[in-house]
């Protein structure tokens, strides 16, 4: 392991996000009208933050500049994992400091800190998970950077820094298939630092129209960015406490889900269709068939099972877990203002659509609170969250080109038991799938499946409610944010002790990461010459 080489990218990293951070720090000074950084103590966090950032990533660039040069696996690994830790351990301080002055961060610096990694490691994650209570008394330069720390994560800080900074050492392609998600990372151009400027180029293209769009609808400029971050990334961070739910427009319902699934789809693809005009490549790609259809199919259960059944009494969701009591007549008020939503057969299907895109794609913006609907609605949703989106999206979970693959599989020995000495290739995209990649996706299977029993173990020791351990995990290592329960998409993260935090936040990077990258680097004999 060439630590030196580690040293530089991360310093590189470091200056980055230095940079980016500049952006949040204009926002506070405009909002408050000064324009000198001290006056304010959000303003002199955001500023201490960068002052951080530059030293240390200076520090770290000179240290490794002799190595910049003699990256391999081994460094690319090391890199992508520590690169991430690294930048939510920087980018936590000005929510730090915000937490320790306000109520509901917590009382003491370990609390504040770890809520402020908890909420920062979701942003980088997309995760969308939060312990905050009341979001909109945030002031909008954290608000900003909580959204903008989506938008980063989401297309990946390393491909960012890949892109502008194309030297960053031999193990680049490693760095990049360790950050972008799916079995495989392919290349659009031989370059892999052109391959990354195409992917943000298309990234930043759709971000800018739904902007647009969301404008249209009514938002500000700041809410439409905010939410635009939250929707391309799949992430879901919002600037209203109600989520999406808060401007009751179905014009603006409608242009989130569809942004939301075409965050969800392969990212080359849409570059295919935008720029080569190559609708061709749409109809072949079966994965994208198999979301589509998942999705289809997912709408129209749900929408059938809330028409059949509408909600449940209030008596049976106000015996649901959660943190804080909620009196009976708030909760009856609450479900009937839920099924007025559900009255009108457009409004139905809008809210079925929503909840489901949302969960599918990974983004967990909400328009209805799905935790009080029927429960067979809830476990639909929780298989869901396992699924994902695409390979090569921003959404989480297992990605569906796994699932497929995995299925396909599974058909393909259940034939063998009749036919033992069938030879039959496990076929994608209408070619043979090598058995290295049919063995990759097996291993991750088993990985994913393994790490989300044994945390699910830890967090029912921890919480005291079953569905709501097993679904915090769920929605975490599948980085989606809202689960069931003590954790539905009315709730929120901030009651959950410190260790159980810890616990999630682990999920949140082993989910963005796909498993392989964190865990090749916590193996001890990673770190041996």
């Known amino acids: ?3 030196r080489a580690v040293f530089y990218a991360l310093g590189r990293l470091l200056q980055l996000m230095a940079i980016v951070l500049l952006v949040p720090l204009g926002i506070s000074l405009w909002e408050h009208g ?3 950084p001290l006056t304010h103590p959000e303003s002199a966090s ?36 520590l690169g991430w830790t690294s930048l939510t351990l920087v980018g936590a301080i000005p929510l730090t400091v915000y937490f320790l002055t306000h109520p509901q961060g917590g009382d003491s610096l370990p609390l504040a800190f770890s809520n402020a990694f908890f909420e920062i490691m979701s942003g980088f994650t997309t995760t969308g998970a939060t312990i905050l209570a009341d979001i909109e008394a945030l002031p909008r330069g954290l608000l900003f950077w909580r959204s903008l720390t989506h938008w980063l994560g989401g297309m990946g800080i390393i491909t960012l820094a890949l892109a502008i900074f194309p030297a960053m050492g031999v193990g680049g392609y490693q760095m990049f298939r360790g950050e972008v998600p799916g079995p495989t990372a392919d290349r659009l151009r031989p370059r ?4 990354a400027k195409v992917l943000w180029g298309v990234y930043a293209l759709l971000s800018g129209i739904e902007t647009v769009l969301l404008m ?3 938002m500000n400029l700041f809410d439409a960015l905010c939410h635009t971050f939250g929707t391309m990334a799949t992430g879901g961070f919002s600037t209203r406490n109600a989520s999406i739910g808060a401007y009751g427009s179905a014009y603006i319902d409608w242009i989130v889900i569809v942004f939301m699934f075409l965050a969800g789809t392969n990212f080359l693809l849409h570059y295919r269709i935008l720029f080569r005009g190559d609708w061709g490549s749409l109809r072949r790609n079966r994965e994208f068939h198999f979301y589509a259809g998942t999705v289809l199919v997912a709408v129209v259960l749900v929408a059938l099972l809330l028409w059949l059944q509408g909600l449940p009494p209030a008596q049976d969701s106000y015996l649901h877990f959660r943190a804080g009591e909620r009196q009976w007549t708030a909760h009856a008020e609450h479900v009937a203002d839920e099924a007025g939503k559900l009255q009108s057969f457009g409004g139905l299907v809008r809210h079925a659509a929503f909840q489901v895109v949302a969960i599918v794609t990974t983004t967990g913006y909400g328009t209805a609170d799905f935790d009080i609907w029927p429960r067979a609605i809830g476990l639909l949703l929780v298989m869901l969250m396992f699924w994902g989106g695409c390979a090569g999206s921003t959404g989480g979970g297992m990605k569906m080109i796994r699932i497929l693959i995995v299925l396909k599989a599974a058909w393909r020995e259940l034939a063998r038991l009749v036919k033992p000495r069938l030879i039959a290739p496990l076929k994608i995209r209408g070619e043979p799938a090598p058995e290295k990649i049919i ?20 967090m029912t020791a921890i919480v005291r409610d079953l569905t709501t351990g097993v679904a915090s995990v769920a929605a975490t290592i599948g980085n989606i944010g809202p ?4 954790v539905g998409s009315t709730q929120n993260y901030a009651w959950i002790p410190v260790g159980g935090k810890w616990v ?4 949140m990077l082993l989910g963005r990461l796909e498993i392989f990258t964190v865990l090749v680097v916590l193996r001890p004999s990673f770190w041996r010459r």
């Open 483 to 486: 689960g069931l329960s003590g």
């Open 1 to 3: 392991m060439n630590l």
């Open 504 to 507: 999630l936040i682990l999920c």
């Open 34 to 36: 000064a324009w000198n």
């Open 192 to 195: 892999l630092a052109e391959t």
């Open 439 to 458: 063995a990759n996706v097996l291993g991750f299977f088993v990985l994913f499946v393994g790490l989300f029993v044994a945390c699910s173990l830890i």
């Open 46 to 81: 955001f500023l201490a933050t960068i002052l951080v950032a530059l030293l240390l990533g200076t520090l770290l660039q000179i240290a490794g500049r002799s190595a910049s040069e003699q990256q391999g696996t081994r460094e690319g690994f090391a890199i992508v994992t």
């Open 216 to 218: 249209l609808g009514g």
